[in-house]
């Protein structure tokens, strides 16, 4: 994903902490720690580094793709990692924007949404249910590529992050409406995590 490449070309920034609201601002460091690795991930190959930025007006430009950069409004850090399946050639953006406050993640939800994020699983794409992670949720299950290959995008929020799974593959084999269900669940569970002031642990079953 040409996001996560340009992350990966990102130089080191302050982290930041701190925050006052009862979900707690994330950090760069938990933002990058939130991203799934090669250690949460069995059977999937990693292809872009857990990677993430101080957000700055380049970053808002990728992150928030819509007029004036909504939705990055009040954000601190972006960051990204890339997989792909060892045996499908599935892959898996896995997409994260920290923001000082749950009130400025919860302001941002719809707008990226709506504006944006649900939009990259393709036209005809159908809304399914992802389960009750994360504050709130939504997912999309549809066509990403020229000749039908299936595709689906998650957003979760959790807390003051807003998170996403960005999911292609190059038969309609390659993924199903479960495998985003758990990609989806373990993206949010380290967000948990980390805004508990946990070091993120959740991974995928073997």
Same mark, same amino acid.
């Given at each position: 994903?040409?996001?996560?490449?340009?992350?990966?070309?990102?130089?080191?920034?302050?982290?930041?902490?701190?925050?006052?609201?009862?979900?707690?601002?994330?950090?760069?460091?938990?933002?990058?720690?939130?991203?799934?690795?090669?250690?949460?991930?069995?059977?999937?190959?990693?292809?872009?580094?857990?990677?993430?930025?101080?957000?700055?007006?380049?970053?808002?430009?990728?992150?928030?793709?819509?007029?004036?950069? %909504?939705?990055?409004?009040? *954000?601190? $850090?972006? #960051?990204?990692?890339?997989?792909?399946?060892?045996?499908?050639?599935? !892959? /898996?953006?896995?997409?994260?924007?920290?923001?000082?406050?749950?009130?400025?993640?919860?302001?941002?939800?719809?707008?990226?949404?709506?504006?944006?994020?649900?939009?990259?699983?393709?036209?005809?794409?159908?809304?399914?249910?992802?389960?009750?992670?994360?504050?709130?949720?939504? %997912?999309?299950?549809?066509? *990403?590529? $020229?000749? #039908?290959?299936?595709?689906?995008?998650?957003?979760?929020?959790?807390? !003051? /992050?807003?998170?996403?799974?960005?999911?292609?593959?190059?038969?309609?084999?390659?993924?199903?409406?479960?495998?985003?269900?758990?990609?989806?669940?373990?993206?949010?569970?380290?967000?948990?995590?980390?805004?508990?002031?946990?070091?993120?642990?959740?991974?995928?079953?073997?």
């Amino acid at each position: 994903m040409a996001i996560a490449a340009a992350l990966l070309l990102a130089g080191c920034g302050d982290s930041g902490d701190g925050g006052n609201d009862k979900a707690v601002a994330l950090s760069k460091e938990q933002v990058r720690e939130t991203l799934p690795d090669g250690e949460a991930m069995p059977g999937w190959k990693e292809s872009a580094r857990p990677t993430a930025v101080q957000m700055d007006k380049l970053y808002r430009s990728q992150a928030c793709p819509i007029k004036g950069n %909504a939705g990055c409004e009040n *954000s601190r $850090f972006f #960051g990204a990692s890339t997989f792909r399946h060892n045996d499908n050639a599935a !892959t /898996v953006t896995f997409l994260v924007i920290a923001y000082d406050s749950e009130q400025a993640a919860h302001a941002a939800y719809d707008v990226l949404w709506d504006g944006y994020y649900g939009k990259r699983a393709g036209q005809k794409a159908k809304a399914f249910e992802i389960g009750s992670i994360g504050d709130e949720r939504d %997912a999309r299950f549809g066509t *990403s590529g $020229f000749i #039908g290959e299936p595709g689906a995008v998650t957003q979760t929020r959790v807390g !003051t /992050v807003l998170l996403w799974t960005e999911t292609a593959a190059t038969d309609k084999g390659g993924i199903d409406e479960e495998a985003v269900r758990d990609l989806a669940a373990v993206l949010a569970e380290r967000a948990r995590q980390a805004q508990n002031g946990d070091t993120p642990s959740a991974g995928l079953d073997g």
